[in-house]
């Protein structure tokens, strides 16, 4: 697993990476960044990272191989999605 923080310019917004939220128990969540609707939810997931109830990962599809990746820069993530206004 990769850390997104270390990683150059990840593509937070890139439609093809796929987010995933991980609770305390171990339930898995696909969570959905597609358009403007899924604001509210990324919202909704941002605060619970945030406040260290859930995990935040996603996967980075490339041409030959995918990349797992924590994220671990909440504010590069906001920022990305403009969650910062919301």
Not at 39 to 47: D, P, S, T
Request: glycine content about 2%.
């Amino acid at each position: 697993m990769r850390s997104a923080k270390e990683t150059e310019n990840f593509p937070y917004s890139m439609k093809t990476v796929c987010y995933f939220e991980v609770d305390e128990q171990g339930n898995l969540s696909k969570v959905y960044h597609k358009n403007k609707s899924d604001l509210q939810k990324l919202l909704e997931v941002y605060h619970r990272v945030n406040n260290n109830k859930t995990k935040l990962y996603a996967v980075w599809p490339g041409s030959w191989s995918s990349d797992l990746f924590i994220i671990d820069d909440l504010d590069a993530f906001a920022q990305a999605f403009n969650l910062v206004n919301l």
